[in-house]
């Protein structure tokens, strides 16, 4: 059932968000710092028993050059560099196993998947460690090192996120000037950011993003993860300005106002974990170009595989040529 803003207002809420006065110093000394570690890019062909596409086992340097595993499916027998998908995944997941997830590669598209820090087996396999330490939290991962936006678990993971299409663009099979991102829910969340953080994208997809408008997230819907951030301060109840201060560094709003690539976005508006008022703010905050899928009788799942028809046409058009 519908559980939030009525559609009309939906479609012209806009966030209260106030970010930090040095969000993009923060991003820009964050980022730097990062590619000035090294680490190795590796790249391991994998025998599988799929005739139409070829899979590698990749590894490269993430936060602080710390070693992030990610998949890269290519179709059999492609020449020339190709138009390449970086694909982020939902919260508790990981990269899976190599043969889930064939329909990128299976359109024509280099298809890098990268793996989530810290998760996996939530319902699909991870294999990257969050090597950070952390202080109190509550549990799961969205409140990890949340007092300190340097300690920040969402700090490391878009990092790594934006470093992701930093290694594809190395990749012999990619093209570095036709890169796009993808994910759903925080995966979608982190599209948004590499949107606005990594250079020269040509697109971004983004499905019932996760991280976006934080502070009216977790006071109008009792599910997980954000349920994992009022937990918290229900518990810490004289760390509430802090909290906010760290989440203002990692909000989906503040990305929005800055990325300028042609994004896809969807919505859900019986949507219980990432709540319609949240996406619409996001993509009413947005710089440039949009499409909006809204799916009136769906919840956090969205539009499915008709989303993903979607994105595949838009994606075609935002990578041709």
Known sequence: MYTDLPEAELRTYRSALREPDDFDAFWADTLAEARTCDGDLAVTPLDTPLTGLDVFDVTFPGFAGQS????????????????????????????????????????????????????????SRGDTPDLAGAGPQAPGMATRGIEDPRRYYYRRFLTDAVRAVDAARRLPAVDPGRVAVLGHSQGGGAALAAAALAPDLRAAVAYVPFLCDIPRAVTVTDAHPYREIRDYLAVHRDREEAVLRTLGYVDGVAFARRAGVPA????????????????????????GPVELAVWRYNGHEAGGIDDDAAALDFLRTALDG
Do not use: C, K
């Not at 896809?264 to 710089?287: G, K, Q």
């Open 68 to 123: 992030v595993r990610a998949w890269l499916r290519v179709p059999r027998g492609a020449t020339g560099r190709l138009p390449t998908i970086v694909q982020y995944v939902g919260y508790g997941g990981g990269r899976g196993h190599p043969l889930e997830n064939l329909l990128w590669a299976a359109a024509g598209f280099a298809h890098l998947q990268m793996d989530t820090r810290g998760q996996g087996s939530g319902w």
């Open 264 to 287: 896809r976005f969807s919505v859900a508006l019986m949507d219980e974990i990432v709540p319609p008022s949240t996406v619409f703010a996001a993509v009413n905050a947005y710089r």
